[in-house]
């Protein structure tokens, strides 16, 4: 099976600009969560979502936004871009069918704001 | 909030075991404790997982205390290709919580 993948890579954008980015789980996981991984503050939960729905959300402002397609496939929006949304952003997926609960992590995207 | 607690980094010596402790002292009865590496900014890699009983894969091993308060994961045989930061995470339901991770360097 092909891994978890992240488009795009690498990103620069400016203060107060928004941007969109792309998760493709791995095919027959339903469940996809995104991370905030920042040299100061570690990995930090954004949200998951299982089936088209939010289930869970970390403590993150309202300017950060996700959304799941019935293909499973999921994006992530940051409105406003603030210096401090630099990170790397990494999606995991995981196949709650077999109750392991063993997520699989992309690439991530690194988006740096300027 | 981060519910595991590691030490910020570890040597090793290449050929030798390395143990990596975790606390986890406020983990609840129905969570569980998973391993996951990251090498230079990838994304992060499964390791194992385990409950309560002690856990072994092609990877890895998981001690977990009978209070589970705490837990060990051991790499048998340390590499170079080891070097990574080693993250104890404690999954609550559907969310997994990072703690700062353990950077592990494994020296010739």
């Known amino acids: 099976k092909a891994g978890v993948t992240q488009t795009p890579r690498y990103l620069i954008k400016t203060r107060g600009q928004q941007v969109t980015l792309s998760c493709s789980p791995i095919s027959g996981h339903r469940s996809v969560s995104w991370y905030q991984q920042t040299p100061g503050q570690g990995l930090q939960f954004l949200f998951e979502?299982?089936?088209?729905?939010?289930?869970n959300k970390g403590n993150f402002p309202g300017r950060f936004s996700g959304r799941q397609f019935s293909n499973s496939r999921s994006e992530m929006n940051v409105s406003t871009l603030e210096l401090g949304d630099s990170a790397l952003y990494l999606c995991?997926?995981?196949?709650?069918?077999?109750?392991?609960?063993?997520?699989?992590f992309g690439p991530g995207t690194r988006l740096t704001v300027t | 909030d981060a519910k595991t607690t590691q030490p910020t980094s570890m040597d090793c010596a290449e050929g030798r075991a390395a143990n990596l402790p975790c606390n986890h002292s406020t983990i609840s009865g129905n969570e569980y404790v998973y391993w996951y590496r990251q090498i230079h900014s990838q994304g992060p890699q499964y390791i194992i997982h385990g409950l309560k009983n002690n856990e072994t894969n092609e990877m890895a091993s998981l001690i977990i205390t009978e209070d589970r308060k705490s837990s060990t994961l051991i790499l048998p045989h340390a590499t170079l290709r080891d070097t990574a930061v080693y993250y104890c995470?404690?999954?609550?339901?559907?969310?997994?919580?990072f703690g700062t991770g353990t950077s592990l360097t494994v020296i010739p």
């Open positions: 995991a997926s995981f196949d709650v069918s077999w109750g392991s609960y063993e997520q699989y």
């Open positions: 995470i404690v999954r609550a339901g559907n969310q997994f919580y």
């Open positions: 979502y299982f089936s088209e729905t939010q289930r």
